[in-house]
Structure formats: C-alpha cells, structure tokens
C-alpha cells in the first residue's frame, strides 16, 4: 500500500510521529547546547586603570571546572565584636552564591586560618590531605618577605627573578605596568583591627571554627589559610586556573597576610578575582585611618569601597556575585 492509499487519519498519526520526533531532536538539541553553555562561567572583569582612574572592563569564559571560590577566614568570633557582626551579616547570601555555585558544579573552597584543625575529621579537610604534594610553594609568601629588612627585600627585587619576574601578572605599578616588584599593599591593613566607633575591642584569639551558619557541602574542600602548599596543591591536582574570592579582610587576608591570598596565589600563576559583594575590609568606623582623627562620615562602607579601589588598580580585578550566577540577580 503507497502512503496516498492509506487512510487519512494513519496518515495523521504518521505527520504528527514525525513532528513530534522533530520535537524531541530540536529539545535534544537545545538541552546539550544549554549544557555545553552552562559547563562555562563568562566573567565580567574589572579593573582600575592606576594612570587614568577609569575604568576597564573586560570578559572572560572560563570552563566552570577551572573555577573555584575561595572563602576567606569567615571566623565564628573575632575579638572585635563590630568585625564578627560585619561577617556574620553576610552569611545568608554567602549560603545562597555557594549553594548556586555548587548546583553549576564550581569547587568551593574554605581557608579558615587558624581554626582548620575544627574540621580535621571533615571529609571536606582529609580529602586536603591526600592531594599531591606540589613542590612549587617553596619560594616566599608577601609574609616572609615583609619579615625581612629592606635590603634583603631589595635583593628579592633584583636577584631572585623566580618570585618576581613578572610572575605577579595581575598586579600593577602606578604608572600602570605589571609590577616586577613589591606590589603596594591596601590601606588600612593597620587600624587596630576595631570596626567599633570607641574602638575599644581587646585582642585575643576567641576564634575556633568558621560561623556555623555557613553551608559546607558535601564536595567542598578546607585547607588551612596559612600553610603554605594544601591550597596549591588542590589547584594543581583539580586542575583550578582561576580563584574568585570572598570573606574577609580584603586588605588582609583576601590580598596579603595569608598564604592563600590573591598576591601569593598570582605569584604561582593562577587568576585571582576579588567578589567585591561578598567581601569587606578592615577600615575605620567613625575614625578616619588616614588623617588618624574621629570622623563619624567615616563608615566600614567607605573604607571597603576605597580599599577596592585600590586592589582593582593594584592587585587583581573584581566582579560581582550576580554577574557570575544571573539567576541570583
Ligand atoms: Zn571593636
């Protein structure tokens, strides 16, 4: 029987098998291109030109596994009690990027100084401790070099062309050339560390664990903030090119004072990225640090906002957490 003896309504039953066997390709199709799409990150970059004070904004796709995000020191207590407020103010929505960069399939990563030896039975911890050792961390951390006389650091400068021919590639001079040197630290690393407006926090180490409001998924990974190779190690052994940062401080922890932060991670080639909506820095609250006098129009919001100013001109860029995940805009 040819097609134009058949029945009508077999004929139907064939046009409307083939349209919906189309249907089926076409969604096939758009769900592998919705998955090739969502295997990449498109990273909205911005920089600070140091010359010009413009701004420049660049895009980059990055394969979602050669991302991860590092949260910084997000302590349970920190002797300032304004400092522990600020960061316990932004757990919920640290909850909420981590839970959708999770779901993207992006590693999460947590480098708690000082209090990693809370999670030593954590999955997340051991699995740390089992990664390849890379040997490549033996050079000095920012930390080291600050402990050494001048001299010494200008001998750094000139001779030891392993830590500082041009392998700091993010960071910048003030005439805008990558820095073949000391990269200028933030401001305000040095105000007392007291967020409160009569500065009268005592120091002590009340820290223990990170706060427990913050989510640790199952396939995250903790490495201890200041030892010197688990974090590079992960990079090495997970494949990670580009770090985007959040937590706290971005004027120590994030930049300088720890061994996973951005200047020593540069220095060993990965990509670092400041979060600017999910970090905040050490300033003065109520004090201005730079004329050293009360200044109550001095808010941690001016001095976070002028500490990134100062990491987009010198350091490394920074993007915002709603322009990596659109859907939490
Ligand atoms: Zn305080």
Not at 152 to 180: H, V
Not at 205 to 224: F, M, P, S, T, Y
Not at 301 to 307: N, P
Not at 322 to 327: A, K, L, N, T
Request: charged share 25%; glycine share 6%.
């Amino acid at each position: 029987m040819n097609r134009a003896d058949m029945p009508e309504f077999i004929q139907i039953n064939t046009k409307m098998k083939n349209k919906i066997a189309l249907l089926i390709i076409t969604l096939f199709v758009l769900i592998c291109q919705a998955q090739e799409k969502s295997k990449t990150l498109t990273l909205r970059l911005e920089r600070i030109d140091p010359v010009t004070n413009k701004s420049q904004v660049e895009t980059e796709k990055v394969p979602i596994a050669k991302v991860g995000i590092i949260v910084m020191d997000m302590w349970d207590a920190h002797w300032c009690k304004s400092w522990t407020a600020r960061e316990a103010d932004m757990i919920p929505k640290m909850n909420r990027f981590l839970a959708e960069a999770r779901r993207k399939g992006v590693q999460v990563i947590f480098s708690p100084s000082s209090v990693a030896a809370f999670y030593k039975d954590y999955p997340q911890r051991k699995a740390v401790f089992y990664m390849p050792v890379s040997r490549e961390y033996e050079y000095p951390s920012v930390d080291d070099l600050l402990n050494l006389d001048e001299k010494k650091q200008l001998d750094y400068n000139l001779y030891s062309k392993r830590y500082f021919a041009g392998t700091i590639y993010e960071a910048r001079d003030s005439s805008g050339y990558l820095y073949k040197g000391f990269p200028p630290l933030p401001p305000f690393s040095s105000t007392g560390g007291c967020e409160c407006s009569d500065r009268n926090c005592t120091e002590a180490d009340v820290w223990h664990r990170q706060n427990k409001d913050l989510v640790i998924g199952a396939n995250d990974l903790i490495v201890e903030g200041n030892n010197k190779s688990e974090f590079l190690n992960v990079c090495r052994a997970t494949g990670l090119t580009h770090l985007l940062y959040i937590g706290g401080a971005g004027n120590m922890c994030l930049t300088s004072s720890r061994e996973t932060s951005t200047i020593n991670m540069s220095n060993r080639g990965l990509k670092c990225v400041y979060l600017e909506d999910l970090m905040i820095s050490i300033s003065g609250n109520g004090y201005n640090p730079d004329t050293k006098m009360v200044d109550p129009s001095f808010t941690p919001q001016t001095g976070d906002s002028l500490v990134l100013i100062h990491l987009k001109k010198y350091i490394a860029p920074s993007a915002k957490t709603y322009e990596v995940f659109p859907d939490l805009k």
